[in-house]
Each structure stands twice: as C-alpha cells, then as structure tokens.
C-alpha cells in the first residue's frame, strides 16, 4: 500500500491543534525538507532496516529515507497535518509506506513490534512524566535486541532559544536496566534559517532494547 492510502481514523487520531499549527505556515525548523544528515549515515550505514518505526515522523523524511533502503517503514505522529504532509509526499515520490496519527506515549495501541525504530527530535519535547510514559512506549514496540537511533537536542547548544536541553546523563538515566547504549556521541541537527545558525547542537544514540524489563 502506498502511503497516503492509509486514512483510518481511529481514537488516537484526536487532533492536536498546537503541533498542527507549526505545520500550517512556512516549515517549523526541524522540517528541513530532506532528512538530517546523521540518519542518512545510517541508511547509508545499512543501520535502518527490517520493520521500522519512526517516531515523531513530522512531514515523513526519514520515514521516506528508510523506505527507499529496503525497510518496511512506518511514521506516526500527533499531528494530523503533518501525517497529511507525509503521506502526500510519499504517494507524490511513489514511496511504499505508511503513516498514522499516533500519540508517542501510546505505541502498545499499533499492536506490533519493530526490528529498528528512529526518533529525530522528539525525545527533547517531553517533560520529565511523559518521558517515562515514552519511553516505556519505546520498550514496547521494540523487539528485544531491536536498535533505537535516537537525536535529540544537546545541553551544549547555548542560548535559550528551541526545545529542552538534555544532558548525557538524562539521556544514560532515561535508558536504564531495560536498555543498552551502544554509543552516545555529540552530532548536529540542521535547521531552517531563521534562527541565525544553520545547525544545532544534538546527542545521537543507538540503544538496545534487552529482553528483560
């Protein structure tokens, strides 16, 4: 099925109306318009494959990226008008994908798990509660020994202005017992002009799911 096909309208497609105001303008600046660099290493990487989950999916680029290197890619997120997007440039590039409205904390509702799954700037949107609830959800939907790839803003970007800040050590805690990090090394998220720099400060990690809770 191609995406833009997949329209059911379930519970979880509640609208989100702040999210779907950032789409309704110009690009918000996380939505570049071609994947971030870092994930195109790991496709390149042969890393994003098997069936694979992006969280936080936006306008679906890096879902898009791991459909065209073999992955049977899937993209939520909680916007409804970025889910539109998605699909629509999807169907528009003949990618073979699909997409749903989904709330992050609730991946036990997909009723499936992932060899693989990609979070590109959605970890540092939560506060302390729904981090625990996410990555909860995280541990859910991976299957033991399934790799998480995660990019989320760096505590070393200075200045006040974008999402939270993490540091190693919220990122180390919020992977505990249930998990293995792999790597955790500083990369960079591009970004639209508007805010003065081309790039931002990020954390990039792999992490493993183990198989006991």
Request: charged share 25%.
């Amino acid at each position: 099925m191609l995406a833009g096909e997949n329209e059911d309208v379930t519970e979880a497609d509640a609208p989100h109306p702040d999210w779907d105001d950032s789409y309704a303008g110009p690009p918000p600046p996380w939505d570049i318009g071609r994947p971030q660099p870092a994930f195109v290493r790991l496709a390149e990487d042969g890393t994003l494959t098997g069936a694979l989950l992006d969280a936080g999916c936006g306008t679906g680029e890096h879902t898009i990226l791991a459909a065209l290197h073999d992955a049977r890619a899937v993209g939520i997120d909680v916007s409804r008008r970025a889910i539109e997007l998605a699909r629509r440039k999807a169907a528009l590039r003949g990618i073979d994908a699909s997409f749903q409205v989904l709330d992050a904390r609730h991946l036990d509702t997909l009723g499936e798990t992932f060899d693989t799954i990609v979070d590109s700037g959605l970890f540092h949107v939560f506060d302390d509660p729904a981090r625990i609830h996410y990555v909860t959800a995280l541990h859910t939907a991976l299957r033991p020994g399934g790799h998480l790839h995660l990019m989320c803003f760096s505590d070393r970007q200075p200045g006040d202005w974008g999402p939270r800040r993490v540091t190693e050590g919220e990122l180390r805690a919020a992977f505990g017992s249930s998990w293995r990090i792999d790597s955790l090394a500083p990369d960079r998220f591009e970004i639209n002009p508007g805010l003065g720099t081309p790039t931002a400060e990020a954390w990039l990690a792999d992490v493993v799911r183990l198989a006991h809770r």
